[in-house]
């Protein structure tokens, strides 16, 4: 083990915060790192410290949850509040959902414990598949509609998910098609095992468009090329 602790910086919007090696950094609405003056958002919503010479992540928030996911998307898990995570990887990304923005911000940490295995394969179909889950290509379309403001931006640091009613005109479908695509769509990742888009009472989740997007984002289940897919299907119902 190296004799101090590696150093870590969080980057958002093109600004770098470095972490103290013997403090603590905070993130959220009135923070070391100041997110935005959103009044969803928490004060202090995550918090990054060193212990025994591991960077550890910590959401000390009430209410609102974040999903992490290495920099090539291999890994990906969600910290729910309370919670608290050591950064193993060279590059971390948090995504997180405060009313209706979602936002995110990179962690670059040096010396990084683990590397993720970057050997994997993409289809050239139609279809794309994540574990025992296949996105025919609406389920893809709707999937990159609700992120397309996210994609677009270039920086880290924030954009909106639109309204279900909004996001089924950009497809050119009835909301009755949207909805039902959506449920889908949710359906399918809630048996692969990602939380917070279906509900205990097995009704869908309040919240389930940002999960369902901030989870697709962390997983590279899309990516900035997949708006292609989406402006093809604008130009098509045009």
């Not at 969080?10 to 915060?17: F, K, P, R, S, T």
């Not at 296949?134 to 931006?153: C, F, G, H, S, Y």
């Amino acid at each position: 083990m190296p004799a101090n602790p590696p150093r870590a910086i969080v980057d958002y919007c093109g600004e770098e915060y470095v972490v103290p090696d013997d403090g603590i950094l905070t993130i959220g609405r009135d923070a070391d790192v100041d997110i935005d003056e959103n009044p969803y958002l928490h004060r202090r919503f995550i918090e990054l410290a060193f212990q025994s010479e591991i960077l550890w992540i910590t959401n000390v928030g009430s209410t609102s949850t974040a999903t992490l996911s290495d920099g090539d998307g291999l890994v990906q898990t969600w910290l729910s509040p309370g919670a608290r995570l050591p950064v193993l990887f060279p590059q971390t990304i948090v995504w997180f959902t405060a009313g209706p923005t979602t936002y995110d911000f990179e962690i670059k940490l040096d010396a990084a414990p683990f590397l993720a295995n970057t050997d994997i394969s993409s289809p050239d179909d139609g279809e794309t598949t994540l574990g025992r889950v296949t996105l025919t290509p609406d389920q893809r379309l709707i999937i990159v509609a609700l992120a397309e403001d996210l994609l677009r931006r270039g920086n880290r640091g924030s954009g909106t998910i639109p309204a279900s009613s909004a996001a089924a005109e950009r497809l050119g479908w009835t909301i009755t098609k949207f909805n039902r695509k959506l449920d889908n769509v949710c359906e399918k990742f809630s048996k692969l095992g990602v939380r917070g888009l279906i509900a205990e009472n097995g009704r869908p989740a309040s919240n389930r468009k940002a999960r369902l997007v901030e989870y697709c984002l962390a997983s590279r289940v899309i990516t900035r090329t997949d708006l292609a897919w989406l402006d093809s299907a604008a130009l098509s119902k045009s």
